[in-house]
């Protein structure tokens, strides 16, 4: 029998038992030790460690910045609300500015001023152009009691004309707040003792105040131009966030100003409140010339 050609002479039965199906063990590829995959189990626990820590910063500090925002919110709402106000105050012979006669810088149910302002309407309004508004310090919220006053009313001096009160609060978060009538050469606490140099007490021009209030001395032509009187109102006041404001009071934990509001800043930083807390109170401060 002839050798077939495919065979190359070789029985074909010998060509495929010497084909090396089998490998040895060096040859094959090898796989992770233990410690190495210890050592790489670490080394990612340690990145993502160190990226939880960034995320964390990141989120706390767009908390603070919120915190601080809301705070300030607040702040500035009250200020540019009662400078609108007390920039189209009315006063004269028969009008003025009160103020109480103790000090209401903290506190619950303290009034802060009364007065009556020019109402701001649309042109062409029937509603009556005057309005009394009276502003109080209530459980830290500040709220604007207001009531249309008429062309007929005489008892123009009464904080009482004031006669609706807004379910909400202009402001809350109050910690504090301060009002200094400002003369050419001094500035007085409003609720401190008055003097001739800015408020008077019992009467203003002969009509008599209401008790424990006093009325501000201001450029009204009826007192003597060479008067130190009252030329402009600078207020203070002092913030805090909603959050921030339930964990200080969940601490039984609380701000205690001082007299002088140009320290209240640092007294909020070197106080026991909680150093979140601290980040979130603002202390803003407006000077409103008196018309």
């Known amino acids: 029998m002839r050798n077939s050609p495919a065979t190359n002479g070789r029985p074909l039965r010998n060509r495929i038992l010497s084909y090396p199906f089998r490998q040895s063990a060096s040859a094959l590829p090898s796989g992770f030790t233990v410690i190495e995959i210890l050592v790489s189990v670490a080394v990612l626990t340690i990145i993502l460690v160190m990226m939880l820590q960034v995320v964390s910063g990141v989120l706390q500090s767009t908390r603070t910045q919120s915190q601080k925002m809301d705070s300030s919110a607040a702040a500035r709402r009250v200020l540019d ?22 000090n209401a810088s903290t506190g619950n149910a303290s009034t802060l001023l009364s007065f009556l302002t020019l109402r701001r ?11 009394a508004v009276r502003y109080a310090l ?22 009482d004309l004031a006669t609706i009160t807004p379910v909400e609060p202009l402001a809350t978060g109050i910690l504090a707040i301060q009002i200094r009538a400002v003369t050419e050469t001094n ?20 009509i008599p105040l209401p008790p424990g209030y006093q009325a501000l001395l201001t450029r009204s032509p ?8 009252t030329l402009a109102l600078e207020i203070w006041i002092a913030t805090i966030d909603a959050q921030n404001a339930a964990l200080v009071g969940s601490m039984n934990r609380s701000f205690n100003p001082s007299d002088d509001p140009t ?9 026991n409140l909680p ?6 109170i603002r202390v803003l401060n407006k000077t409103v010339p008196l018309p």
Request: hydrophobic share 40%; aromatic share 8%; glycine share 6%.
């Open 222 to 229: 009826i007192f003597s131009s060479a008067a130190p009187n």
């Open 187 to 206: 500035k007085y606490r409003v609720g401190a003792e008055p003097s001739a140099n800015w408020a008077t007490r019992d009467q203003y021009n002969g």
């Open 138 to 159: 209530t459980n830290n919220a500040i709220v604007r009691s207001y009531g249309a006053v008429g062309d007929d009313e005489t008892d123009l001096i009464n904080p």
């Open 263 to 271: 320290m209240w800043r640092e007294e909020v930083d070197a106080s």
């Open 121 to 131: 309407a649309p042109e062409g309004s029937i509603d009556p152009r005057f309005l």
């Open 275 to 280: 150093s979140q807390a601290k980040a979130s």
């Open 81 to 102: 609300v009662l400078a609108a106000d007390l920039q189209n105050a009315v006063t004269g012979e028969n009008s003025a500015i009160l103020v109480p006669t103790e």
